[in-house]
């Protein structure tokens, strides 16, 4: 069965500066993989989506995030953080062998003036 | 399209009253799932539909929880008698399908469900 995880439950960046944000999957079909935004008291909003195509995949708001099946990670990335970032971040991935949607316990992104 | 529409927002409840949350997906999606997402468990699935049938209900927690899809643009998730660990919110998301470019679940605000 498929699992996903994420390294860090918290990540503190200031304005301006780069956002990486880790997952690393296991997985024992080729997977898709997702990566999606909660704010506060909203639902989750999908930001990309790997499904087999470029390994590097652009999704909205600036974010990016590289497939690297040898290192089993779909880590997530901005070049510079906004105020407006602030939020949880759910690394997520399925198997299309079982169509199991496993999602990471996320990760809180702190963003400072 | 105004996206996934989930009522009520917050409800509160005793302890053994049944609560009926409400979901209703984006036209012309033929998938909808419920998860519930609480700090200890993180986001879990507990079911989802195609076509209005229900697929795969392994994560509904135990017997006290049930969900209909009686048609294509409305769901219910039930839970009856409610207990305190149900306190969660409640996430309804809808897509077109499953696997390449219609793989993209779209969810509701939530329902935040406290049981006293």
Redesign the interface.
Known sequence: AQSVTQLDSHVSVSEGTPVLLRCNYSSSYSPSLFWYVQHPNKGLQLLLKYTSAATLVKGINGFEAEFKKSETSFHLTKPSAHMSDAAEYFCVVRDYNNNDMRFGAGTRLTVKP | DAG?IQSPRHEVTEMGQEVTLRCKPISGHDYLFWYRQTMMR????LIYFNNNVP??DSGMPEDRFSAKMPNASFSTLKIQPSEPRDSAVY?C?SSLG????A????????TRLTVL
């Open positions: 996934v993180g986001l879990e699935l697929i795969d996430f998301a499953l696997g390449g470019p793989d993209t679940q779209y969810f509701g605000p939530g």
